[in-house]
Each structure stands twice: as structure tokens, then as C-alpha cells.
């Protein structure tokens, strides 16, 4: 089936501006998480969403970063007035809670380029 | 919270030769463990996880990790690396006992010389 989906895969924006980046996860997965992937930090934590229930935010790095899940499926991740020190992959994941499929599924990611 | 701590940044073998790559954990609780590769240009897959039962996991391609509690340690070992193994593994740790929360290292790049 499809996997997880992400969009766009790369996006450029000039410091100060917004960016929305997009989450498809897996159908059925009640669980979604985004990561910020850059050079020599491997993978940073920064939100997950499980269920109904509230979100773990905390790994946002600050109150520019918010994202919300609408339906328990689509994900989108906002970056209010972007930094340099922003530009990373962002990455998106899915899971499905099972003992046996306890087993995060990865998009491709979105490159973010703030110039 | 739960931490995780990878202790090699960049790895470079021969094919052939022995791997262990260390990875340490830090939460008191209950843990569930995991091994991600990512191949260059690929997405982060699953090499194997632990939740509970024999300490030592046999995952995909010949590759196992060992938990060892009193030593809050998840190494992988693969006994004879090809230059196919040629990637980027990150170690990754859930507090099982707690929430769904999954905290990666800072991962290991691993260059395999043919």
C-alpha cells in the first residue's frame, strides 16, 4: 500500500517568511511524529500525535514552530517568520500501535532551504 | 525524559570486517529499543527493535543488537559488513512503560571501503 507522504519535497523561502510543510501518514496509523533531520544532530524530536489524544510538543524548538493533525490523519507542520538556523529535512513518520507492528514508517521528507 | 547516546559519529571498514556500533540509553523504566538505517538517498527503515523477551534481536540483513539492562546498551553487531551496508544507523529508544514518544541519537555514518 502507500507509504507515508510528504510535500513539498523541497521548499526555499526567504528569512522572515512562513512555510507550511505536509504530512499524508499511512491510513489507519493513530500515531504521527516530525523529526528534524540536519548535519551532525541526527534526529531531532519535535511533536507527536497519538490518537485523540493531546500532543507532545515538547521538542519544539520555540513558539515559531506549531503543527496540528486535522482528523486523526493529515499532518501539517507551520514555521512562523523562518531562520537560517531552520533550514534542515524535515521528516514525518507514522505507527501503528501493536505489539508486533510497534514500527514507525518514515516519508521521504521536505528539504527546508531559508535563504 | 528518555535519552539516547551513540557513541561512534563516523565509522569507516573494510567489507568483511566486524561491526559493533554502541548505543546508550538513559531512562530508569521500562524501554523498548529500536535500530533505524538510512541507505543515501533512501528513507529510514527498521532494522530491528526490542520489546521484551530474549536480550538478543536478529533483524534484516544479518544484522543483531543486545540489550543489556544493567548496562542501559543496545549495540548492533554485524559479524561480516558488505560495502552494501554503506548507510546511516540511528539507535532509538521509547519509554514503553509511559507513551508512545520516540527519541533517536545522533546517529552513526557507516562507510564500508569495497
Known amino acids: 500500500g502507500a507509504g507515508v507522504s510528504q510535500s513539498p519535497s523541497n521548499k526555499v523561502t526567504e528569512k522572515g517568511k512562513d512555510v507550511e510543510l505536509r504530512c499524508d501518514p499511512i491510513s489507519g496509523h493513530t500515531a504521527l511524529y516530525w523529526y528534524r533531520q540536519s548535519l551532525g544532530q541526527g534526529l531531532e524530536f519535535l511533536i507527536y500525535?497519538?490518537?485523540?489524544?493531546?500532543?507532545?510538543k515538547s521538542g519544539l524548538p520555540s513558539d515559531r514552530f506549531s503543527a496540528e493533525r486535522t482528523g486523526g490523519s493529515v499532518s501539517t507542520l507551520t514555521i512562523q517568520r523562518t531562520q537560517q538556523e531552520d533550514s534542515a529535512v524535515y521528516l514525518c513518520a507514522s505507527m501503528h500501535r501493536g505489539v508486533e507492528s510497534y514500527e514507525q514508517y518514515f516519508g521521504p521528507g521536505t528539504r527546508l532551504t531559508v535563504t | 525524559a528518555q535519552s539516547v547516546s551513540q557513541h561512534n559519529h563516523h565509522v569507516i571498514l573494510s567489507e568483511a570486517a566486524s561491526l559493533e556500533l554502541g548505543c546508550n540509553y538513559s531512562y530508569g523504566g521500562t524501554v523498548n529499543l529500536f535500530w533505524y538505517v538510512q541507505y543515501p538517498g533512501q528513507h529510514l527503515q527498521l532494522l530491528l527493535k526490542?520489546?521484551?523477551?530474549?536480550?538478543l534481536v536478529k533483524g534484516i540483513k544479518g544484522f543483531e543488537a543486545e540489550f543489556i539492562k544493567s548496562k542501559f546498551s543496545f549495540n548492533l553487531r554485524k559479524p561480516s559488513v558488505q560495502w552494501s551496508d554503506t548507510a546511516e544507523y540511528f539507535c532509538?529508544?521509547?519509554?514503553?512503560?509511559?507513551?508512545?514518544?520516540?527519541?533517536f541519537g545522533k546517529g552513526t555514518r557507516l562507510h564500508i571501503l569495497p
Open positions: 532509538a529508544v521509547n519509554a514503553g512503560d509511559r507513551d508512545d514518544k520516540i527519541i
Open positions: 500525535f497519538q490518537g485523540n489524544s493531546a500532543p507532545d
Open positions: 526490542y520489546f521484551s523477551g530474549d536480550p
